[in-house]
């Protein structure tokens, strides 16, 4: 939240020596590479995090938004479709959507998204 990304991946460093399968902890390093604009790092993580826990829509968005952010479109669909599955009453998971589908040209589906938004 201090946009503080050095500082918290050296503490994120430790606490992975003691909880390396922690999948919150993967998250956040992700999340931190993705700060840093490391963008395959951040998959990289978000991927182990999605591995550790293949239900956690937190993970699913953050590794849509990444791969939105790449302009990796099928990708962040995927897993914005997934996420939004898990947790239908989010409305910034829609919206992240409805931008994923707008780029691969599917207005209808896209158009239902930001109503849903």
Known sequence: SHQDYD???SKYRIAALNIPESPPLWN??????FGKKKYVAAISCLKRANYLAPFDWKILYNLGLVHLTMQQYASAFHFLSAAVNLRPTKGHIF?????TLTYLDDEENAKQAYEQA
């Open 28 to 33: 956040n390093i992700a999340m931190c590479f």
């Open 7 to 9: 500082v918290a991946l």
């Open 95 to 99: 919206m992240l959507l409805a931008v």
